[in-house]
């Protein structure tokens, strides 16, 4: 399974943004007196132009504007005809450095330059119109003595009696460091968050206070991402970590603490299907109200880093059965485990039962995390009585090992059933009438939709109450003639992986994940965003910042 890459990229209207994460201890230059180092450098426009007359503030990266005494010191300069400034410094700190041109009011900031034993060059740095940060109080704030803060630089605001929310202004764009909180009563200071991101002219808000670390997951449904043209509402967006990518040492160990809010910082539902800080792998669903077509901008803040929050997975409210979800089983637990150890993840809480000789080697990895594979044998589920109403969806994905002969993946004797014929060497996607004759694909027309071994393909069928389709990989494969009669509702349990009735039936000998039995017929635009969204190499999420 692949993770998603976490871009660390600097902002388009910011061209100093890379900076302000790099430590200059590397950057080296001549000799200096014993104890003493100099920091030279350059200030440009956003031409390229050098800029003359800037001032340059260097001080040490714990400076606290409202306390510190600036120890051990800090230096100011001005730059020259050639945009170029040198200041002395002591060996053995951290410094950050501020550059403003009070003529234009832009204005950059690098922090976390280390100094060594020698004197350093700081990468050149690109003034750019500033920002403003909107910083949402932690709880238990000191309205009178309180105060907000950027480590390391004059920038800071002082709480107000009455406001949930404090305002610094004239803040360099890019991605701030860290924003801290701290009393005139008090020695301590707190991070409120790390890494900030601020765009020129614009205000960054500091949600979530007490959780010291987020990052924006950006949805792209453009050509380039998914290629959904349409709004789909209410939709499960799966959003892979990975260790290469994510610092799960920075969460806590069962991902108690993350949460997801949308743009304007309003909390959205997720469900952790799977946290592995030792393997460094994750997979989480998070609901979105709206995932708008043909679009880059949208995007979700994940937030981690509280070790007092208390976990709010859940599955109900993602997988909501008022938005149709019938029943949905990740398929990643240990079958081990025994009865209704497979869960199914809406509140109807269909779990289904293993049966056969499934045991813990049955867990593998699948198309969106874990997953169980069975030996076509005599490995199955049993889910119990799920009916289905007029119109439906079901779907999953499936890697099939052997494929000669009849494969149920998902059977409901007498009602319903997706599954692979080998006499017409095609998938087929059927229910049954009251007068007990089965209707759909292939037997009320349609395309053959044929499969092939050790390939994972995403299948969903839906029924809108007049023709059966058939999807293979997000794509219309198969669409029946006009059907009228409803699917046929009984007791009988829903299994998966064979045919209930018959004992001799033929079983599914591969791997099968995520299927879902859902109420209402998933748009065409429903489906493509599901596949783009879970395959491996996915379209969706592909954008951290």
Sequence with gaps: ?????????????????ALFMVRCANISGGGSEAGNARISGM????????????????????????????SPGASVAITGADGRFEVAVRQGYTYSIQAVFASAGTRALIAAVTIGDSDITAPSCTLNAPSSLKVMLPDGADRTLGYVYV??????AFLKSGEGFTIIDSVPAGIIPAVSYSSKEISASTVLRYNVPALPGDTAVVYNPSWQYSR??????TENGAQVQGEVYNFPVLV??????????????????????????????????????????????VKADTVRGNDSSQYFTLYWGNPSATGLSSGAAVFDTSNGFIGVWHMNENPSTGAASIKDRTVNAHDATPFGSMTSANSVDGATGKALSFNGKDDYLNAGNVSVPGNYSVGLWVLLDTIG???????????????????????RMEHMSST??????????????????????YLTATFDGTVIRLYKNGTEASVSNPITVMPRTNTKPLVFGKSYTDPN?????????????????????????????QKVDDKLVNSYK
């Design 405 to 427: 002969d009849y494969e149920r993946f998902i059977y409901k004797d007498s009602s319903y059933t997706l599954w692979y014929d080998k006499d017409s060497v095609s998938v």
């Design 505 to 533: 039936d033929p079983m599914v000998y591969g791997i099968m994940d995520e299927i879902r039995i859902e109420g209402v017929a998933r748009s065409a635009d429903w489906i493509r965003l599901c596949y783009m969204n």
């Design 1 to 17: 399974m692949n993770a998603f890459v976490f871009n660390r990229i600097t902002l388009a209207a910011a061209a100093c943004a």
């Design 436 to 457: 007990t004759r089965w209707k759909g694909l292939l037997q009320d027309g349609g395309t053959r939709v044929p499969l092939t071994t050790g390939t994972w393909y």
């Design 151 to 156: 480590p390391g630089t004059s920038m800071y």
């Design 216 to 221: 924006r997951l950006f949805l792209n449904t």
């Design 43 to 70: 200030v440009q426009s956003t031409q390229g132009s050098p800029v003359a007359n800037a001032m340059i503030t260097v001080r040490p990266s714990d400076f606290d504007p409202v306390k510190s005494s600036a």
């Design 240 to 285: 892979r970590l990975s260790a290469a990518h994510f610092p799960f040492a920075q969460a806590q160990t069962d991902g108690g603490d993350i949460r997801f809010t949308k743009n304007d910082g309003t909390p959205v539902p997720f469900e952790i299907e799977r946290w592995d800080p030792v393997s460094g792998l994750a997979e989480v669903w």
